[in-house]
Every structure is written in C-alpha cells, then in structure tokens.
C-alpha cells in the first residue's frame, strides 16, 4: 500500500471530508486530491496539520502504526483486536486466517465494468453439492499461465 493510499485511509477513517482534511493541513482540496491520485507528495506542514486533527503520520509515511491505543483505531479495529486478545488458540488462528483473506481479497484488481468473477488458487479437493444456475456464459480456465 502507498503513502497516497494510507494517506486517503487515514482522511476516511477520520470522517473527513477532502476539503476538511486540506483545511487541517492548510491546504486547499485539490491538494488532497492530487496527493491521494499520487500527483505530488505532501509535505510536512501539511503532514503536522493534520496530526493535530487525529491523523496517524507515521502509518502515512510508513505503513506502521505509532500507537494501537483507542485513540488511533477506529471502533471496528478495537473491537477486532479485542476480540483476538480475548480469543483461544483456535480462534486466534481462525481470525487470523479470515484476516488473510481480507488482505489477499483486497490485492486483487477487479476489472472495471466486468462480469463476476471467482478466483481459486492451489489445489482445491472440494465439491458443490445442490442446484446452481448460470444465467450468463461461464468460462473455465485450467492451468497456470503458459511460461
């Protein structure tokens, strides 16, 4: 994940809009438009601006949290933890292989304006059982890609 999209990250988790996370920075929307497209860096008067509004800087720039105290996670992210903190082994492991998921979910580019797709990797002992009805074309692809 980029500096611009931890940037956009950190603006929606505040509840801020672009112009009101350009005025905490004391810049105008368009610069926070440019920043979150990866048009320009922002710079650090920008970057202290916004700290003082809830802003997490250092995950910005770095991608690592400075703090998982209640004042830097949004409610869902506390709950999370929470919730793992509180768990067993065997919960703590299905968490985190549901947080994996979530992760590799979101790397994965949807085409813009396609059809709904399903991507299976590695090997897959499984089968559907019951109806299923396809109302479109549906296309198989076996095999990796040729080398």
Not at 85 to 93: H, L, N, P, S, V
Not at 107 to 134: K, M
Request: proline share 3%; aromatic share 6%.
């Amino acid at each position: 994940m980029s500096i611009f999209t931890r940037l956009r990250e950190e603006r929606e988790r505040l509840g801020l809009t672009q112009e009101a996370f350009g005025s905490a920075g004391g810049v105008l929307k368009g610069a926070v438009i440019n920043y979150e497209k990866g048009a320009r860096f922002p710079d650090v008067s920008f970057l202290a601006g916004v700290a003082n509004v809830g802003a997490d800087v250092q995950y910005i720039v770095t991608g690592r949290r400075a703090d998982l105290s209640s004042a830097t996670l949004a409610p869902a992210e506390r709950a999370l933890l929470d919730g793992f903190a509180q768990a067993d082994d065997a919960g703590r492991a299905t968490l985190s292989g549901v947080a994996e998921l979530a992760r590799r979910a979101a790397s994965i580019a949807s085409p813009v304006n396609s059809a709904p797709q399903l991507h299976i990797g590695g090997d897959v002992g499984q089968q559907v059982i019951g109806d299923q009805t396809n109302n479109a074309p549906v296309t198989f692809t076996m095999g990796g890609k040729r080398k």
